[in-house]
């Protein structure tokens, strides 16, 4: 069974923490995104990737980046943690090419607490 | 920019009746992809129905299924029979041109009541 993995199903940092949220598939899909969710908004793009070493700015970049070393891998940063970024974090893979038709595959979400 | 749109942050249905969640979206193309994905108390999201736009025929998976109307750009998705595992976040969504990204809508409640 395909999978998307979040390191943490939920996560209390502090105020001015730098906070790395993890996010690993084993589809060999091309591209990667962040999500923040919040009630009310929706799902908002954060970032997104379409390739190693690739990144692109989604809707909501500020106050965090990205890292795609490796193709499985997309790790999400906080650099210094702040009280409204409090939500869950969700992210997703879909396949590039014919395969892309299959839609998304989500992880099962982060709960960031920031107090 | 593409939109989907949601119109009912909350719907609530009946155990056993019949829900319509309603999507509207906007394309310039003309071969597509849409979904409709669940989203329970569980958080876990999780693709329910996909239809290609290519396709004229309404897509079905077992209680659920779609209404389609392309010239409309309406997506709307069906619960037939609801149950309580069926209360959680519904959310449309279309691919982009190059097939590689979504875009979401708003999403719906749906409540079920015993």
């Known amino acids: 069974d395909v999978k998307v993995t979040q390191s943490s199903r939920y996560l209390v940092k502090r105020t001015g923490e730098k906070v790395f949220l993890e996010c690993v598939q084993d589809?060999?899909?091309?591209?990667m995104f962040w999500y923040r969710q919040d009630p009310g908004l929706g799902l908002r793009l954060i970032y997104f990737?379409?390739?190693?070493?690739?990144?692109e700015k989604g809707d909501i970049p500020e106050g965090y980046s990205v890292s795609r070393e490796k193709k499985e891998r997309f790790s999400l940063i906080l650099e210094s943690a702040s009280t409204n970024q409090t939500s869950m974090y969700l992210c997703?893979?879909?396949?590039?090419?014919?395969?892309?038709?299959?839609?998304?595959?989500f992880g099962s979400g982060t709960r960031l607490t920031v107090v | 920019a593409q939109t989907v749109t949601q119109s009912q942050p909350e719907m609530s249905v009946q155990e056993a009746e019949t829900v319509t969640l309603s999507c509207t979206y906007d394309?310039?193309?003309?071969?597509?992809?849409l979904f409709w994905y669940k989203q329970p108390p569980s958080r876990q999201m999780i693709l329910v129905i996909r239809?290609?736009?290519?396709?004229?025929q309404n897509a079905t998976e077992n209680r659920f299924s779609v209404n389609f109307q392309k010239a409309a750009k309406s997506f709307s998705l069906k619960i037939s029979d609801s149950q309580l595992g069926d209360a959680a976040m519904y959310f449309c969504?279309?691919?982009?041109?190059?097939?590689?990204?979504?875009?979401f809508g708003g999403g719906t409640r749906l409540m079920v009541k015993p």
């Open positions: 997703a893979s879909i396949a590039s090419g014919p395969h892309g038709q299959y839609g998304y595959t």
């Open positions: 589809m060999d899909h091309e591209n």
């Open positions: 990737s379409y390739d190693v070493k690739m990144k």
């Open positions: 394309t310039s193309e003309s071969d597509y992809y």
């Open positions: 239809q290609e736009a290519y396709k004229q």
């Open positions: 969504a279309r691919n982009n041109n190059a097939g590689n990204m979504l875009t």
